[in-house]
């Protein structure tokens, strides 16, 4: 199994770069990984991406030698697992809202002793065919990231014991899904929102943990750095929308 040095950076205290994408293209993946980001996240919530459409990226992630996480927009143990199977290196799961949620989403990750996942010889294990399976289980407990979204009001009051739950990775805030839950949708920049995702940060490097969130503009890129953040999140979308328009107004402008 592939080493998952996304997450060795993590645990070096270095902060990590990745890209969202949401639709079927194994090419885009590889430029990523050959642009330099660390890690890749396919998007399984907010896009028609399924298992059988990102087993192809994953594939393509490892030829750039990226990440390959892929967020999952079901807490369900057999779904997660899919996932798993075809090679990713870990899962990020949206909407949590209580330890038992998080609970859940480490033990559909991990294999005994650690979690409940189903062992079989698939791709993740090389089909079976290379080592022993007990070996692999072994690998992929340690390799496999999980990574948690902390974005409704409920997972703001249990936060302290969601964050008391051992196994994630990484504890995501989701400044949309959150910025609507207080009241502001679709105002990630609001006093109030920023005010409660400056708290929830705090909250997660006091407990030992890494905090992570998306960052689609400079200037939030750069807060997110400033208040401690070691997963940070691009997208497809705002990559192409900003280069194009950029390339557009050099090009009218002359």
């Known amino acids: ?17 990745g890209v969202f994408v949401p639709l079927l293209s194994p090419t885009i993946v590889e430029m990523i990984g050959h ?11 907010h896009s028609p991406l399924a ?10 992630a490892e030829c750039v030698n990226i990440t390959p996480l892929i967020r999952v927009a079901e807490n ?4 997660i697992l899919r996932y798993l199977d075809i090679g990713a290196l870990g899962v990020q799961m949206p909407m949590i809202n209580s330890q038992t949620e998080a609970q859940s989403v480490i033990d559909a990750v991990k294999y005994p002793p650690y979690g409940k996942r189903g062992l079989a010889g698939v791709r993740a294990a090389n089909y079976g065919l290379k080592g022993s399976l007990g070996d692999y289980v072994a ?6 990231m999980i990574i948690i979204q902390i974005e409704t009001m409920l997972a703001v009051d249990n936060l302290k014991e969601i964050l008391a739950t051992p196994g994630p990775d990484v504890i995501f ?12 949708p679709g105002q990630v920049n609001h006093p109030e929102v920023q005010k409660m995702i400056e708290y ?18 400079l ?17 497809v979308g705002p990559m192409l929308v900003r280069a194009g328009r950029e390339y557009l107004e050099v090009a009218r402008g002359e």
């Open 1 to 17: 199994m592939r080493k998952n040095l996304t997450k060795v950076k993590i645990l070096e205290g270095k902060i990590t770069y």
């Open 35 to 45: 642009i330099g980001f660390d890690f890749v996240l396919l998007d399984g919530e």
């Open 51 to 60: 298992a059988e459409s990102c087993e192809a990226m994953v594939r393509a």
């Open 76 to 79: 369900v143990r057999q779904n």
């Open 139 to 144: 690998e992929a407990n340690r390799e496999t």
């Open 173 to 184: 805030i989701g400044p949309t899904d959150l910025s609507s839950a207080m009241g502001y």
């Open 200 to 217: 929830i940060v705090k909250e997660i490097r006091a407990a030992g943990k890494a905090a992570g969130t998306v960052a689609y503009d």
């Open 219 to 235: 200037p939030t890129l750069r807060k997110c750095k400033e208040r401690g953040f070691q997963y940070i999140v691009y997208s």
